[in-house]
């Protein structure tokens, strides 16, 4: 069965500093992969995803990640990390069959001043 | 573009009341709609899906159920409310064969006293 697993519940870094969200995932096929944010009390905002191709993704507010298939892996990241960053990052698989995805538990980020 | 509308966006009813939470999708038809619920500190349960009007599979058993009455309109429903009903509520969309994007509504925070 399809799972994705965000081995970090909670991030904190420093305003300025670099950012890196993890996400696992298990799927026998090349699998559809998605990087949702969600500020509190909102609903969910697609940052970025992949399908197929170049295996380094651009998304907005200057994120990106990198589809890794060795590693099951699909990790966020960006390179100077702002106040307005912080918020829940959750991290899908999709099988482009019936469009139903599969959600992390997320990762929520804090950012120090 | 596409828009996706819920209300209301924050209810407070009692154990035992009667539940309906509507979501509404603009711009796009035959879309693919999903339910999901979001626990205080945890990830998102998908509870139904829908891609077509009266087609409804349901994920897990509750206490709920869904309507989709008409090609844009997804309702979710209960008629007794249980406090383990309590959470946000998210809608979302997807284009069919679009590769499994969704796209969020804004929530429905739903509190059970």
């Known amino acids: 069965a399809q799972s994705v697993t965000q081995p970090d519940i909670h991030i904190t870094v420093s305003e300025g500093a670099s950012l890196e969200l993890r996400c696992n995932y298990s799927?026998?096929?090349?699998?559809?992969l998605f990087w949702y944010v969600q500020s509190p009390g909102q609903g969910l905002q697609l940052l970025l995803k992949?399908?197929?191709?170049?295996?380094l993704v651009q998304g907005i507010k200057g994120f990106e990640a990198e589809f890794k298939r060795s590693q099951s892996s699909f990790n966020l990241r960006k390179p100077s990390v702002h106040w307005s960053d912080a918020a829940e990052y959750f991290c899908a698989v999709g099988d482009n069959q019936g469009g139903k995805l599969i959600f992390g538990q997320g990762t929520e980020l804090s950012v120090k001043p | 573009s596409q828009t996706i509308h819920q209300w209301p966006a924050t209810l407070v009813q009692p154990v035992g009341s009667p539940l309906s939470l509507e979501c509404t999708v603009e711009g796009t038809s035959n879309p693919n709609l999903y339910w999901y619920r979001q626990a205080a500190g945890r990830g998102l349960q998908l509870l139904f899906y829908s891609v077509g009007i009266g087609q409804i599979s349901s994920e897990v058993p509750q206490n709920l159920s869904a309507s989709r009455p008409q090609d844009r309109q997804f309702i979710l429903s209960s008629k007794k409310l249980l406090l383990s009903d309590s959470g946000f509520y998210l809608c979302a969309w997807s284009v069919k064969a679009g590769g499994d994007t969704q796209y969020f509504g804004p929530g429905t925070r739903l509190t059970v006293l």
């Open positions: 799927y026998g096929a090349t699998p559809y």
């Open positions: 992949y399908f197929s191709g170049d295996t």
